[in-house]
């Protein structure tokens, strides 16, 4: 596990631009796995970005979300379908048939959540997944007592889970009460992980997911048995973190080369 802090997402969001670069230039047809929410869009700017100014290729790319709210469709502006096409998809170059998120209109559910864990299979897995954090420590939509080799399945909401994601919602009431999303064993099988946490009220969670004890009640403290993640936070959410000045020692004294992002290793 290595602890990447930078003082801005801008910062962070550059590092797991070159990370995606890395990837493609040496695997063309990689897949990506893809998150939702306020902390992966400045990855997604500066994969925007890469594509725009500096020609980064994603016509080979396959792309997996990591989760869906139940019950919307993909074109409704708070479906994390329609997130993805305003955030990213329709910004680059990937195939439109090449992206994936779980169908909310699912009729039946427990077939899509099948149907979803083949369809990464039958690509060979995940390469790089990008994950942020709930505050409550979930990873996708993988709640407090979720368990840890759990796979895509229907989850109901934590009512804190709800009242974070309200902000995108006109009220409350309109957050829907389940989601479908990857397990939390879906998760690690991915082969290399990217975690996002941005600001003051991450710390705490940030700090108890990579330094506390591995447990289903903090579903990200799963990664710390995961041989090659990286954790990338700004200065206010890593600032309680114990081990804050070791980690940034680590990343100053590093290669250039594997600043850079290049490196696989964890
Ligand atoms: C979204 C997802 C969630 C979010 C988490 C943090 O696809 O999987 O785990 O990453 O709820 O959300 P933000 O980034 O909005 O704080």
Known sequence: MEVIIQPTPEDCAAIGGRMVRALLDRKANAVLGLATGSTPVPLYQELVRLRREEGLDFSGVTSFNLDEYVGLPGDHPCSYRF?????????????PER?????????DIKAECNAYESAIQAVGGIDLQVLGLGSDGHI??????????????IKTLT????????????????????????GVGTIM?????????????????IAKAVEGPITSMVPASALQLHQNVKILVDEAAGSRLQQLDYYKEVFTKKPDWQRAGANDDA
């Open 83 to 95: 997130f993805m096409q305003q955030q990213l998809f329709n910004n680059i170059n990937i195939r």
């Open 99 to 107: 992206t994936h998120v779980p169908n909310g209109l699912a009729v």
């Open 140 to 153: 996708a939509f993988n709640e407090p007592g979720s368990s840890l080799g759990s796979r895509t399945r």
């Open 159 to 182: 009512r804190k889970t709800r009242e974070d994601n309200a902000r995108f919602f006109d009220s409350f009431d309109e957050v829907p009460q389940h989601c479908i999303t990857m």
């Open 189 to 205: 099988e991915c082969r290399k992980l990217l975690l996002f946490a941005f600001g003051e009220a991450k710390a705490e969670i």
